[in-house]
């Protein structure tokens, strides 16, 4: 699968990103599409942008997203949307007290619309992206709306209340619409040194990253209406730092991997959340910055053997983002994490591939099909 990367939040500026424009995607679309097939690649996760698709409340403007859902048509593109990805409307914050209904109407209004260009294909939505991220970013740090400290539970609660009712909207507007989550995959440890107390706090804050999928199932917060219906499919996301220890925060380095006692191996995490839902799982994102690319992709074609050779409903991988993307906050500086290097210039359209990366790639591939 190849992402593109939809973020449209306010940053920790307080500046409007449009990622989708920034990066070329939507003016390139096109060419986006038909360059996948050298990749052998259909399907692609894209975003509505809600924010750009709701400036007045309860009125939508539909017509960059008609043109995604028109392009992927043509060209024979599956594509997984995300609702809400990291943006809302500027009127809005999770902890407005209209959120949750203003979530659930934009719901019904994408099934409606989609359905009116599209009424046959399978329909797969993620309803927020990152529930855990996104309520530490904004409840936590003051990483983008509502820009709080020490509120990222209460951030994430209100975020699940309009996930749950969201599911509900979908279901309502379109029964055979497929749900897949995307949450953080990570591994949090105590240092070394750590106390008793210090090694069950790093115990807890690992834990922690399952509280959206639990919210969800009904196994935590009951009166959110949680139920096991709404666990469809579970999407992941896996970087390069994606475990660390609690405190001090140190990275734990991928390249030593299981060298270091307290690093744990990507099969070994996507199999012991698999074990707590026992449903089809997804790698919803994963991606290298600069050079080591290559060696990552191989790491995760290794992983990724062990998680079919397990027997597991292993389902696909996301490149995310396929196409160099900026930073949300210092826009002048690109991640050079896709597959395409390119800095976007509307007059100089185009992608420049990155070879070793591609190259990589379809090695990984052709291995994992044997």
Not at 144 to 157: A, H, L, R
Not at 317 to 343: E, Q, S
Not at 345 to 355: E, I, M, S
């Amino acid at each position: 699968m190849a992402g593109y990367e939809c973020a449209d939040h306010l940053n920790a500026f307080g500046i409007r990103v449009d990622l989708v424009n920034a990066t070329g995607h939507l003016p390139l679309i096109d060419m986006d599409y038909s360059n996948l097939a050298s990749l052998k690649m259909a399907t692609v996760r894209e975003g509505i942008r809600w924010s750009k698709v709701e400036t007045k409340p309860y009125q939508y403007d539909w017509s960059e997203v008609g043109k995604i859902i028109q392009a992927g048509k043509t060209n024979k593109i599956q594509q997984v949307w995300d609702l809400c990805h990291f943006g809302y409307p500027d009127d809005l914050t999770p902890l407005h007290p209209q959120f949750t209904n203003r979530f659930v109407a934009i719901c019904t209004a994408f099934v409606q619309f989609y359905r009116s260009i599209d009424p046959d294909s399978t329909l797969i939505i993620t309803p927020i992206n990152e529930v855990s991220f996104l309520s530490w970013l904004g409840g936590e740090v003051r990483g983008t709306s509502p820009y709080c400290t020490n509120q990222g539970w209460e951030v994430k609660y209100c975020l699940m209340r309009a996930y749950i009712k969201g599911i509900d909207a979908l279901k309502a507007a379109d029964p055979l619409v497929r749900i897949l989550t995307t949450e953080p995959l990570i591994n949090i440890v105590p240092c070394t040194a750590a106390s008793f107390e210090e090694s069950e706090i790093a115990k807890n804050l690992h834990e922690a990253q399952f509280q959206v999928t639990e919210i969800l199932c009904g196994r935590m917060c009951p009166e959110l209406g949680g139920s096991e219906d709404y666990l469809d499919i579970l999407g992941y996301n896996f970087y390069f730092n994606n475990q660390w220890t609690a405190e001090p925060h140190e990275y734990l380095d991928w390249k030593i991997g299981e060298l270091n006692p307290k690093f744990i191996p990507l099969h070994q995490l996507l199999i012991a959340a698999y074990q707590k839902y026992n449903r089809p799982i997804v790698l919803t994102e994963t991606s290298h910055p600069k050079e080591d690319r290559p060696l990552w992709i191989k790491m995760i074609e290794v992983e990724s053997q062990k998680i079919l050779q397990a027997g597991l409903p292993f389902w696909g991988i996301c490149w995310y983002p396929i196409v160099n993307r900026p930073d949300w906050d210092y826009l002048h500086d690109w991640h050079y994490a896709g597959i395409w290097d390119d800095v976007y210039d509307k007059d100089l359209p185009g992608r420049v591939l990155h070879t070793p990366s591609a190259e990589a790639l379809a090695e990984a591939q052709k291995n994992l099909n044997k």
